[in-house]
């Protein structure tokens, strides 16, 4: 066999085995980026990493968040809850004055400086009334109930998942949105590949405008059986400016 035969006759026995190899090279070029396994997957383990006795649904405890705002004195909030029976308490500490509000199943009561009653300049200068209330409530159960929320009814949780650098370390990311009368803004969810521990987390109210903040989490505290994210330092999406800093205690 010459050697020209033989050239065409081994490229055509090896030319089907190039097509994967250069679908390969191709999204290695242009940094294709997602992973194999799908969001339930990952999601699933990043719940078994901060609720592994899923304590989350009985959740019946209490914690404290000082957060640090630039040009603000510190907020100490008390965070009560009791699930079960659907109790909810938000005891706040700021600038020498304190409010609390007390939602029970679904009644909801309101203190100032200890005195139930108070000044409708009191309430509007202090945000006092029980839609407030209830949006508190929201807030702190959905950001410290991370990533179980992400199970709740409403979310709507894209399964493909991305993996991506954010601040140089590389993290599988799950993209969340929800039903329209649960929620308008997009979520992205950043899990450390190997832990699936959450260490960032990421919204826009329309993403084509780069608006919305960016979380990073750090260290964690176990709060009733619960990892929960230690310190959370918020900026903005569009331009990084720094916004301010919660930090968890046990009460």
Same mark, same amino acid.
């Given at each position: 066999?010459?050697?020209?035969?033989?050239?065409?006759?081994?490229?055509?026995?090896?030319?089907?085995?190039?097509?994967?190899?250069?679908?390969?090279?191709?999204?290695?070029?242009?940094?294709?980026?997602?992973?194999?396994?799908?969001?339930?997957?990952?999601?699933?383990?990043?719940?078994?990493?901060?609720?592994?006795?899923?304590?989350?649904?009985?959740?019946?405890?209490?914690?404290?968040?000082?957060?640090?705002?630039?040009?603000?004195?510190?907020?100490?909030?008390?965070?009560?809850?009791?699930?079960?029976?659907?109790?909810?308490?938000?005891?706040?500490?700021?600038?020498?004055?304190?409010?609390?509000?007390?939602?029970?199943?679904?009644?909801?009561?309101?203190?100032?400086?200890?005195?139930?009653?108070?000044?409708?300049?009191?309430?509007?200068?202090?945000?006092?009334?029980?839609?407030?209330?209830?949006?508190? @409530?929201?807030?702190? =159960?959905?950001?410290?109930?991370?990533?179980?929320?992400? #199970?709740?009814? %409403? &979310?709507?949780?894209?399964? *493909?998942?991305?993996?991506?650098?954010?601040?140089?370390?590389?993290?599988?990311?799950?993209?969340?949105?929800?039903?329209?009368?649960?929620?308008?803004?997009?979520?992205?969810?950043?899990?450390?590949?190997?832990?699936?521990?959450?260490?960032?987390?990421?919204?826009?109210?329309?993403?084509?405008?780069?608006?919305?903040?960016?979380?990073?989490?750090?260290?964690?505290?176990?709060?009733?059986?619960? @990892?929960?994210?230690? =310190?959370?330092?918020?900026?903005?999406?569009?331009?990084? #400016?720094?916004? %301010? &800093?919660?930090?968890?205690? *046990?009460?």
């Amino acid at each position: 066999m010459s050697y020209l035969v033989w050239m065409n006759f081994s490229f055509a026995m090896i030319k089907p085995l190039l097509y994967p190899l250069a679908i390969v090279l191709f999204m290695v070029s242009v940094g294709y980026s997602q992973d194999s396994r799908n969001a339930s997957e990952v999601l699933q383990k990043a719940i078994k990493f901060h609720d592994p006795n899923n304590k989350w649904s009985y959740f019946d405890t209490s914690f404290k968040v000082v957060m640090e705002t630039p040009n603000a004195p510190k907020r100490t909030s008390t965070i009560t809850a009791d699930f079960v029976n659907q109790q909810f308490v938000l005891a706040v500490e700021q600038g020498g004055n304190a409010y609390t509000y007390n939602m029970s199943k679904g009644d909801c009561s309101i203190t100032l400086n200890g005195n139930t009653e108070f000044t409708e300049a009191d309430a509007k200068k202090f945000r006092l009334s029980c839609d407030r209330g209830k949006t508190m @409530k929201d807030y702190y =159960t959905y950001l410290y109930g991370l990533p179980m929320k992400l #199970k709740d009814p %409403g &979310t709507l949780l894209d399964q *493909k998942v991305e993996v991506q650098k954010f601040k140089g370390k590389e993290y599988l990311v799950l993209k969340v949105r929800y039903d329209e009368n649960v929620g308008s803004d997009t979520w992205y969810f950043y899990f450390d590949p190997k832990t699936y521990a959450m260490e960032v987390y990421q919204f826009y109210h329309d993403e084509s405008k780069n608006d919305g903040e960016y979380i990073l989490l750090d260290g964690l505290e176990d709060i009733n059986g619960i @990892k929960m994210p230690k =310190t959370r330092a918020w900026y903005m999406n569009k331009d990084n #400016k720094y916004l %301010g &800093t919660d930090i968890l205690f *046990k009460n």
